[in-house]
């Protein structure tokens, strides 16, 4: 089957001349009627891994799990950092928001706008500019959101998308719109945030109070590179009690770093206090990694200033971890957009266990019967591969539609047993390269078992499944022969492109070579008469 494959250039270009028209015909480029089937088990992000452990081990430790604000104005800035913020705020990202535009329908609007409906089909006669009227100015009061204008267009004034869409085009107001900055922010840091949730929960909890929380922070960063990103994630959590210290949060910190297998921590001073923690009350923690130590996290105990400022009344110890640098450190990455970001990857790397389950079948019975069919052939071949020719087995015979079918497993050869000596190989992944059981590796199954990953089918099943395939389609009798198997296709298996280009690159085998010498006999009966 032609693989389907979107003219990008034409398409592009017959856009740019007439968007509404290249929209509408586009719908036709696209498959129908398909189905697809995802073969391979899904692959967890790291970041996501690194989470969910963070999140067994908080909630192991006592912490109960919040979400904090996301959007705070540049006020709480100034309360949490004093005379600190206007350096701070250079790193925040500022909202902005897009004014509601007045439009206003000419003559020559109308005009334009009733060519346009006659243009797609529809009545000009029929449209109503009391009622597009209407629409506009409800949208400039904000009556109607963004996103339902055009909705709004289609149901009221009875038209069509792609007309509704190519009127909103007319208008150069929508176009010329210009944000305007407001005084709110996106949370650059998790402790911005923490002060609201604990004003709002002092008076509603008992002491301790325990939280965390693991989300995004965005920082207005010069530039992304290899080690910033303007949107990372920090798993930070917080206990406010009468008793809380510096020395009690960095004894409970250290149980939660235990969990996360590094060799040693330590705690230092950090030599210029953030204007939110109390003075000498904040420390850098560092790991012991592979020999060498990385700053991993960040605790402290808040200022009374900055409590005040929100109203807490009670001390609160904060500590904080960036989830990419853990993943990073730990699993060596040198890149953190390659670890969070799948079009920054430089080179695709797969495990033995990916490619493995990336082989799948190239030809697959389409019926309950073509898979009955492929399960009778692999077992015939299966019970009777040492029987000496000339033989052949009946592995199945029944009805489709108007035909007898007869599926035969044979040998015509003298002295030739039905199978050959590799019929049954199984196929393993060893270091990267794809092996048959008796090809290039000189081990016993149940040795490459324990050293290699393995897939789901073995020479026979894969064979099984094509010839099926072909009595399905077929409409006259047929052999079907394999003999000596050099290559995946031998044996109606493949594997995705991205994975055969990664093991070329990386220079790994494909030998599966051996000898299979089966035969499939399939005899059909025609016009046979319905009872």
Request: hydrophobic share 35%.
């Amino acid at each position: 089957m032609a693989v389907m494959k979107l003219n990008i250039k034409q398409i592009k270009e017959n856009a740019k001349e007439n968007f509404e028209k290249t929209w509408v015909d586009s719908a036709r480029l696209l498959p129908k009627r398909t189905k697809i089937e995802i073969r391979k088990k899904g692959k967890e992000h790291p970041f996501w891994i690194m989470n969910e452990k963070l999140r067994k081990i908080f909630l192991k430790e006592g912490f109960d799990e919040t979400e904090n604000l996301t959007i705070l104005p540049q006020e709480d800035i100034y309360k949490e950092y004093g005379p600190e913020s206007a350096v701070i705020l250079d790193r925040s990202f500022y909202l902005a928001k897009l004014p509601r535009p007045d439009i206003g329908l000419s003559a020559q609007k109308i005009k334009e706008i009733k060519k346009i409906i006659r243009l797609f089909g529809g009545q000009a006669e029929d449209f109503s500019e009391k009622k597009l009227k209407e629409i506009l100015r409800d949208y400039k009061k904000g009556k109607i959101e963004s996103d339902d204008l055009t909705e709004e267009m289609v149901v009221k004034l009875k038209i069509k998308t792609e007309q509704a869409t190519a009127i909103i085009d007319l208008f150069p107001e929508f176009k010329k719109i210009k944000p305007k900055a407001t005084n709110l922010t996106l949370r650059s840091h998790m402790t911005a945030t923490w002060y609201h949730t604990l004003a709002a929960l002092q008076t509603k909890k008992e002491f301790p109070i325990a939280l965390f929380s693991i989300g995004p922070r965005y920082r207005n960063e010069q530039k992304e590179d290899n080690q910033h990103l303007r949107v990372h994630h920090s798993a930070s959590f917080v206990i406010m009690d009468p008793n809380a210290s510096l020395d009690a949060g960095r004894e409970i910190t250290k149980k939660i770093i235990k969990n996360l297998n590094f060799e040693k921590v330590k705690f230092e001073k950090k030599k210029a206090t953030s204007k939110y923690y109390a003075p000498g009350q904040e420390e850098e923690i560092f790991a012991k990694y592979r020999g060498r130590w990385f700053e991993i996290g960040d605790i402290g105990m808040y200022s009374p200033i900055s409590l005040a400022n929100f109203g807490i009344e009670y001390p609160v110890f904060n500590a904080g971890f960036g989830i990419e640098r853990l993943i990073m450190i730990q699993k060596g990455y040198d890149d953190i957009r390659k670890m969070m970001f799948s079009q920054f990857y430089l080179k695709n790397h797969f495990s033995n266990e990916e490619i493995a389950r990336s082989i799948h079948l190239k030809k697959r019975p389409e019926t309950k019967k073509g898979e009955e069919i492929a399960a009778a052939i692999y077992k015939t071949a299966k019970k009777y591969k040492n029987k000496i020719g000339p033989v052949e087995f009946t592995a199945w015979q029944g009805k489709i539609a108007n035909k007898k079918i007869i599926v035969k497993v044979a040998e015509p050869e003298k002295r030739k047993m039905l199978i050959g000596p590799a019929g049954f190989n199984k196929i393993f992944i060893k270091d990267k390269n794809i092996i048959g059981s008796s090809g290039s590796v000189k081990a016993s199954s149940d040795k490459l078992k324990k050293e290699c990953s393995t897939t789901e089918f073995d020479y026979m099943k894969a064979i099984a499944a094509d010839a099926a395939y072909k009595v399905e389609n077929k409409e006259k009798e047929f052999e079907y022969k394999v003999k000596i198997v050099r290559s995946l296709g031998d044996i109606n298996l493949e594997v995705p492109k991205p994975i055969k280009n990664y093991l070329k690159a990386e220079h790994k085998k494909i030998d599966i070579r051996g000898p299979v010498f089966v035969t499939i006999k399939v005899s059909y009966q025609f016009n046979l008469k319905k009872k």
